[in-house]
Nanobody, 122 residues
């Protein structure tokens, strides 16, 4: 079992930055692949970024060059640094975890956090 708790969301102006954190507990964090997804009202949840247990990363095309996913295994935490935010990126951001990268990327992972709201608005 893995418990995930996101934090760091809030209100930011267009072009601004936020760093989201996802703290994990309950199992050996370094064994898990981790991901960030987001869901805006009326839209499907979508993958934002993922990081493997070994540290390899991949990103949605829409965020490449602006967002960075990273992990600190000593702190059992995964981060999402978001720069140059756009209003259309307002959503609830969720982290997920699984031993299988496929399920992390496809949004079918076993473990999810409760989400943190990000609002990009002037």
């Amino acid at each position: 079992q893995v418990q995930l708790v996101e934090s760091g969301g809030g209100l930011v102006q267009p072009g601004g930055s936020l760093r989201l954190s996802c703290a994990a507990s309950g199992s050996i964090f370094s064994n898990y692949n981790m991901g960030w997804h987001r869901q805006a009202p009326g839209k499907q949840r979508e993958l934002v970024a993922a990081i493997t247990s070994g540290g390899s990363t991949n990103y949605a095309d829409s965020v490449k060059g602006r967002f960075t996913i990273s992990r600190d295994n000593a702190k059992n935490t995964v981060y999402l640094q978001m720069n140059s935010l756009k209003p259309e990126e307002s959503a609830v951001y969720y982290c997920n975890a699984d031993r299988h990268l496929f399920t992390v990327v496809t949004g079918t992972a076993n473990y999810w956090g409760q989400g943190t709201q990000v609002t990009v608005s002037s």
